[in-house]
């Protein structure tokens, strides 16, 4: 059974930094992409950050130059660094996997992207107070 655990959420000032870490067990396929998304309340959920297996990412506009996507491959983990937090990226964060996931075009490049219904984590809850 596939179990994605997020952790490393919380609550930080503005300016501040958090590392998200992504769990995976159980998950035996030999290609994926990963990705991070966020939810605010009252809102969708919105893509964050993406890697493929080659380590192509794919960063929403609201996030470039802050935050970093990578993969430990011996540790089955995902991370997400955020630095420079605005209160705007206050939201439940969450990681999905998914070894069919479409490929998309964006902004000169290729990048890929787990589907709604993919494995997904249960979410982290990271907070920014100005």
């Known amino acids: 059974q596939v179990q994605l655990v997020e952790s490393g959420g919380g609550s930080v000032q503005a300016g501040g930094s958090l590392r998200l870490s992504c769990a995976a067990s159980?998950?035996?396929?030999?290609?994926?992409?990963w990705g991070w998304f966020r939810q605010a309340p009252g809102k969708e959920r919105d893509r964050v950050a993406t890697?493929?297996?080659?380590?192509?990412?794919y960063y929403a506009d609201s996030v470039k130059g802050r935050f970093t996507i990578s993969r430990d491959n011996a540790r089955a983990t995902l991370y997400l660094q955020m630095n420079s937090l605005k209160p705007e990226d206050t939201a439940m964060y969450y990681c999905?996997?998914?070894?069919?996931?479409?490929?998309?075009?964006?902004?000169?490049?290729?990048?890929?992207?787990?589907?709604?219904?993919?494995?997904w984590g249960q979410g982290t809850q990271v907070t920014v107070s100005s």
């Open positions: 159980g998950y035996t396929y030999s290609r994926s992409c």
């Open positions: 999905a996997a998914d070894p069919l996931a479409p490929v998309y075009r964006g902004g000169g490049h290729y990048y890929c992207s787990p589907r709604q219904d993919s494995y």
């Open positions: 890697i493929d297996d080659v380590g192509s990412t």
